[in-house]
Structure formats: C-alpha cells, structure tokens
C-alpha cells in the first residue's frame, strides 16, 4: 500500500521577489495578478512605497484611476522622497489631461532627487503637452546628460526640435537614436521628414522607406512616407501611403489631408472632395484643408459651394489670411467685384501682392483729390501692371493730379497713355522720408474705387505702341508674313502646379499650329528656342521670330510687333494684357472644370476665352481650336491632325 505523501508547497517569494514579480505581470498585462501579490504584500508592510506604486499601477491598467491615485499619494506619505510614486502619480494626471497638475507632480519628485532621468524625460513630455517648448527642451536635455541611452528622450528631443524648426539638432537626435537601436521605426520616420526639411530628398525618401520596412503599421512612418513621395511626383504610391496611414490612425485629420492634396493632384476629384470632407469632420478649423477644398471646388466649377467654405471658415477664424485672399479670388470669379478688391487688400500682409512699400505720408482711401499729388506704385508683375494701368486715365479724370511709379520697361508706354500724369521709374529708396506727393497708393488698389462693377469696366484700349515703331513693325510683317497674322504665348516663365494646369507644349499646339494660311508670330519670352526649333522640325511649320527683339526686356518693342497682328493667342500670361490693352482681338486660354468658348475672358478686354476640361487632352483641344480658328479666318477643307 502506497504511502500518502505530503505536497510539497512552494515557499513564498521574498519582499525582492515579491516586487519583480508584480513589475513582470505588469509588464506583460496581467495586472489582476499583481494586484493580487501586492495586496498580500501590502498585509506584510502597509507603508512600502514600491508596493504601493506598483499597486497603483496595477489598479491603473484595469481603469480604477480613483483608486490608483490614492495609493500613489500613500506611497508618497510613506516615503517622501520616493521618486517613482511622484513619477506614476504625474502619468496619471497627463493620462487624465490635467497637464499642469502633471507638470507639478514630476517636479516635486525631482525636488526630492534631481538624479532620476526618467523623471526629467515625463517632465519634458507634459511640458512639451503643455506649450512650454523650450522648458520641455531642458528637461529632455537634463534627461539624456543623466542617461545618454534613455531612447524615448532622443526621440522625443528630436520631434521636438522638429516642431520648432530646429532641423539640423532634430536629425542630430534621431541619428543618435538609432545608433542606440538601428530597428526603432519612429525615429527613422521623424529623420525622414527633417531630411526633407534640410533639401535633401533622396535621404529623405531612403529613410521614410526604412521607416516603413521597419514597422508598416506605424501610422505617422506610412504618412511621412507619403509626403516625400508627393515630392517625387510619385502620386499613386503617395495615395497607398496616406490610405495606410489613415486606416492606422483614422483620428488623424492630417492623414485625410494628405491624401485629398495627393488625389487633388491626380485630378481624382471625388476621392479628393471624400478626403477633404472627413478632413473637416475631424478637424473644422483644418485652415488648409479648408483653403484646398475650395480650390477644388473651384475647380469644378462650383463657385458657390466653394465660397460657403471659405465664408464658414472666416466666421471661426475672420483674421485668417489665407481664406481671406482665397474668397476674394471666388468673388471675382463670380464676379462680385467689390467684394473682392475689399478683400484682396489682405493681399500684402499674405506676402501676396509685393512689393509691401511702407510710407509716412497717407493711403488714399477714396476721398475727394481735387488736384492733389498722388502716388500710385507699381505691385506685383508686368502682367499684373499692365491690367492696373486700365484705372488711371479715370484717376486723371478724378481730379488727380498722379505721379506714376511703374517699372522701367513700361515708363515711356505709360507717360505716352497718360501724359497729363507725370510717370517715372520705380524708386522705393525715399519711401519712409518723401515730401513730393501728398498721398499714396498701390495700383491694384484703385480697382476698389474704379472698378466696382461690371459696367464700371471699359472696353477700349488705354495704352499706345510707340508710332513710329509700330509703323517699322508693320512693315517687316507684310514683308515676311504674307496673310494672317496671329501671336502666339504658351506659357508663363513662372511655373506651379496651379499654372502649368493651363499651359501646353508647342508639340500640343499642332492642331492649331498646321492651319494653313496663317503666319504664327511668337510672343513667347524667355528661353524657348530648342522647343520652337523641334516644333518647326516636327510638325512642318515656320514660327516667326527675330533675334533683334528681346521678347522680355523690349516690351516698346513687344507692344508695336503686337499692335501690328490680327489675332493673339495666349495662355494666361502678360502677352494676354498687352494685346488686350491695345484692343488686339485675343483668344486666352486655360483649363477648368468646364469647357467653354465664350466672349469677355475677363472683365478688362474683349476676346474670347477658351478653356479645356480638365480631363480633356491637350492635342485634342488644340485639334478643335484650329478648327475654330480656320472658320475664324475662312480656311476650307479637313485640317491636318485634326480630330
């Protein structure tokens, strides 16, 4: 018969023990369990502080903060300089955002003992949650002279520096970091967008990858990620990295952002119009996402909606420049022209309109002038100068008497327009100090006085090529162009996204360029002769020019060889406010929501305005312009290329 034996128990673990086991369920989430071992403990020495922060810890990660604050508090009065408790005691309170009570706890702690470094790193983080930037920075650095190797203290100084545009001391952090660990995803993602930052886009691009190979379900890795590949034009594999990053972290409006901006740059307006929309449902004072929407709104060709956007967003937030000159580009879109000019003044302090001249003497605001000397100063580009000079025959009709500062190469068309006005070069050296002239104001500022309404707009030309130049233009025309003659300008020699949206290569022009019976002018400035060059090789056709005009500095020059063509065809550009200030008949181009060919482009000139669908490919618009353009001129018979 067998004898029964005694089990044997196993002997209970020691205080030491005790304390590392409890730290071991906590650290794997079994919190039930310490909470059940420091309780016993506790029965042993009611007063230990380390149990009773480890308590409160546990009694923590189940919910029971009430309960979990009270026994740090215990563990404080047990052992006031025990800087644990103070430390678990102010993650409690962040947890529970009250930040500044946060703040107070950790430096309690480090009153007691300014050695713990860990306590200086949650300093830093409530700091930095706080607002307090440069404290927070004293505190992660107090930390890492404590603990070189304390890795969330570097990460976190770099994120920091980050966010203060101290890039160069953000890259140094992050590279520290991952010398400490080579795998830790978020400071290869945070190098990944200060690299960018300092203009380096491959180490950018070869960081943010590494990110993602590290941990692909690290949300702000797959979005920073994105931005840089938006960068490289590499839009599809941007959208991918903005959906990942938003499934990851569906709270984050920047993530929505990013992608309607990328989708918005493929021309997938629905995807863009979903992704701004859940923007602004997380986010209502998201001010780009706002801004943007109503660029694509815009873009659409619903104005209405678009200005709802920007009105909504001006009552949250009235002072906000950018929504403030992008509703005053909507009002003049439909045509509300005062409610634009008012608007549009906001235009210099957005760095919009430049240059922002600063003066002693007094902006005209619309008073009465009866002969009082008036600056008016030049703003913005030639274009831009050209269109403006429209109001000042009615500020000499006003009673003005106005001195003209306007750029050197348009001085003599302008004295020639006006000359009861007295215009000279710009000189912005004596603006604070000048006593020559009684007020002032910018040029795009008479608009607010002159220009209020449709009507208010004449549709005669105001300025006048130099006669006799004009006259030698005419007559190297008839000698080298026999039949219509027709300027042509393709693009701007500023580029954007925004711009080249309306702009076409020469290549693209072939359905207009191959009507026959036409002498193509061009009006082009800037460097374009390889282009022209291969377009005349390609597409067969003579693109007249000559070497003795400077199409960019000449401009007496530009304006007699346009007064002597028939027709000018232009993107937006200044070609189309020369020829539409000397009354040449001008077909302006763009792109837009909707096809269309109207009269009056705009409400400074006559012409005709067409504009190509978005979706629409160049070469067939331009197919279909060439057709316009033979009925135009009387050409019979199929066009070549034509569609």
């Known amino acids: 018969m067998a004898k029964h034996r005694k089990p044997i128990s196993k002997p209970s673990p020691g205080p030491t023990g005790a304390l590392e086991i409890a730290r071991r369920k906590l650290a794997v989430g079994r919190p039930k369990e310490a909470e059940g071992l420091m ?9 230990q502080p380390e149990a009773l922060t480890l308590l409160g810890a546990a009694l923590l990660q189940q919910g029971r903060a009430q309960e979990a604050h009270d026994r740090f508090l215990a563990a404080i009065q047990a052992k006031p300089d025990y800087v644990p408790a103070y430390r678990a005691l102010g993650e409690l309170l962040e947890m529970a955002g009250q930040r500044l009570d946060a703040v107070a706890a950790y430096e309690s702690g ?21 607002g307090r930037f440069e404290e927070a920075v004293e505190a992660y650095e107090k930390a890492l002279t404590l603990q070189p190797g304390l890795l969330p203290a570097q990460v976190n100084l770099g994120n ?10 953000a890259a140094a952090c992050y590279r520290a970091a991952l010398v400490l660990d080579p795998a830790i995803a978020p400071a290869q993602s945070g190098l990944c967008l200060v690299l960018r930052q300092l203009g380096k886009p491959d180490e950018a691009l070869a960081a943010g990858e590494a990110a993602v190979a590290l941990d692909p379900k690290l949300a702000a890795a797959q979005g920073n990620l994105g931005i840089v590949l938006k960068d490289f034009g590499r839009f599809e594999e941007a959208i991918t990295c903005f959906e990942a990053a938003r499934t990851l972290e569906p709270g984050e409006p920047n993530h929505s952002y990013n992608l309607a901006d990328a989708c918005h740059s493929l021309s997938r307006y629905s995807e863009a119009v979903g992704a701004y929309n859940h923007t602004l449902e997380l986010a209502p004072d998201h ?91 030049r703003e913005q580009g030639i274009g831009d100068e050209i269109r403006f000079a429209g109001c000042y025959a009615d500020l000499v009709a006003s009673g003005a008497a106005p001195v003209i500062e306007a750029e050197a190469r348009l001085v003599g068309l302008f004295q020639r327009a006006f000359p009861t006005a007295e215009v000279r070069p ?43 130049r004009a006259a030698t233009w005419r007559q190297r025309l008839a000698d080298d162009c026999l039949g219509f003659k027709i300027g042509i300008c ?25 009507v026959p019976g036409v002498n193509f002018i061009v009006l082009q400035y800037g460097e ?38 028939d027709l000018v065809i232009t993107a937006p550009t200044a070609v189309a406010d020369i020829a539409g200030s000397l009354g040449v008949e001008l077909w302006c181009l763009g792109a837009g929501a909707c096809a269309t060919d109207q009269q009056s482009p705009h409400p400074w000139y006559q012409g005709q305005l067409f504009t190509r669908h978005w979706e629409t490919p160049r070469p067939a618009f331009f197919n279909a312009l060439g057709k316009q353009l033979a009925a135009r001129i009387g050409v019979a018979g199929e066009l070549e290329g034509s569609a």
């Open 39 to 47: 309780t016993r403990f506790l029965k042993r020495d009611a007063a």
């Open 426 to 468: 710009e000189d912005s050296s004596r603006d604070a100090e000048r006593d020559d002239v009684e007020l002032q104001s910018p040029a795009g500022s008479l608009l607010r006085h002159f220009r209020r309404r449709a009507e208010d707009f004449p549709k005669t030309p105001y300025l006048i090529a130099d006669p006799a």
């Open 287 to 377: 001010l780009p996402a706002r801004n943007n929407f109503a660029v694509v709104m815009e873009e659409q060709g619903r104005y209405d909606r678009a200005r709802e956007l920007l009105e909504a967003g001006l009552a949250r937030h009235p002072d906000d420049l950018g929504l403030t000159t992008a509703l005053a580009r909507v009002a003049l879109i439909q045509a509300d022209y005062g409610t634009a000019w008012d608007l549009a003044e906001a235009g210099f302090a957005a760095g919009l309109r430049l240059p922002d001249r600063r003066f002693a003497i007094p902006r005209w605001l619309g008073e009465p002038l009866n002969g009082r000397r008036l600056l008016v100063w």
């Open 110 to 130: 480090l009153r007691q003992d300014d050695s713990d470094a860990e306590c200086w790193f949650c300093l830093g983080r409530a700091l930095k949650a706080s």
């Open 490 to 514: 393709w693009r701007s020699g500023l580029a954007s996204r925004e711009r080249n949206r309306h702009y076409a290569g020469l290549a693209d022009w072939a359905g207009l360029l191959r």
């Open 160 to 169: 920091l520096a980050q966010g203060l545009g101290d890039f160069e001391r």
């Open 528 to 565: 374009a002769e390889a282009e022209i060059a291969a377009a005349e090789t390609e597409l067969g056709v003579k693109l007249h020019r000559w070497p003795d005009l400077d199409l960019k500095q000449d401009l007496e020059g530009v304006f007699a060889l346009t007064a002597g063509l």
